[in-house]
């Protein structure tokens, strides 16, 4: 079972949103009517269940498949003329529209305890929302359009993570006995987001300075897949300092 700290680490760096009235957030909104997926009579939670399904719905998964840019309005451009894309790219869509509806989401990039040495295959990407009236972020993964729950209480990744499986609940049904527990449980290892979560400020969500969140005696990773850089990133173990609220 991996373990975390508690500590409340002195925090350096801010965290970053758009503003809602933001041109970029509007043009979102108004072109692809996001306002018409949700109504006053939903709380946080069910907004963004509603706005994953519709996201869920508007192509098919190609993991092989990476766009130019990486901001939703170019994504989502593609997708009308036939371009499928990976769980990167839902991801980067449902955060947006979640940003533009006045949600504070986040990207959270996932990798296993071999990220650095695994070929292929060593990372996922999801959301993570903060909902106000609970007081704490929970997970979003809208290429399996699920929420993971346990007690009726959505979970965070790391809540996902020292979760057992039975004690989840998975509102989804897979074909084949899929189970999306087992398979997502290897990803939940390392836990990486940005300190800027500002849509399409011109620059991709892995080229920003990072915080990635690490069990206690685990190695830093500085290589993904190989080949590929960390990045500009900052480690901790704290999970007082991931879970920060953006309020």
């Known amino acids: 079972?991996?373990?975390?700290?508690?500590?409340?680490?002195?925090?350096?760096?801010?965290?970053?949103?758009?503003?809602?009235?933001?041109?970029?957030l509007k043009e979102l909104r108004d072109r692809y009517s996001l306002g018409n997926l949700v109504n006053g009579e939903m709380n946080d939670l069910t907004k963004v269940e509603a706005?994953?399904?519709w996201v869920n719905c508007l192509w098919e998964h190609n993991g092989e498949n990476e766009p130019n840019r990486f901001d939703p309005l170019y994504i989502l451009e593609r997708v009308s003329k036939g371009n499928q894309f990976r769980c990167v790219e839902f991801s980067v869509v449902l955060n947006g529209c979640l940003n533009a509806l006045g949600l504070s989401s986040r990207i959270l990039s996932l990798k296993t305890q071999d990220c650095e040495t695994r070929e292929y295959g060593a990372g996922h990407v999801v959301v993570e929302t903060f909902i106000p009236e609970l007081n704490k972020w929970k997970m979003a993964d809208p290429q399996f359009n699920l929420v993971p729950y346990r007690?009726?209480?959505?979970?965070?990744?790391?809540?996902?993570?020292?979760?057992?499986?039975?004690?989840v609940d998975i509102k989804q049904s897979f074909t084949n006995s899929f189970s999306y527990y087992d398979w997502i449980s290897p990803y939940l290892f390392y836990f990486t987001i940005n300190f800027d979560n500002r849509v399409n400020d011109e620059r991709s969500y892995k080229e920003k300075e990072q915080l990635m969140l690490v069990p206690l005696g685990a190695q830093f990773p500085k290589v993904f897949q190989r080949v590929h850089s960390i990045g500009n990133i900052e480690y901790t173990h704290s999970l007082n300092r991931f879970y920060l609220s953006p309020i």
């Open 51 to 53: 706005v994953m399904n």
């Open 1 to 24: 079972m991996i373990t975390f700290s508690l500590e409340k680490s002195r925090v350096e760096n801010q965290f970053l949103w758009l503003d809602y009235n933001h041109q970029y």
């Open 151 to 167: 007690n009726t209480q959505p979970l965070n990744a790391v809540e996902l993570a020292l979760s057992s499986k039975d004690s």
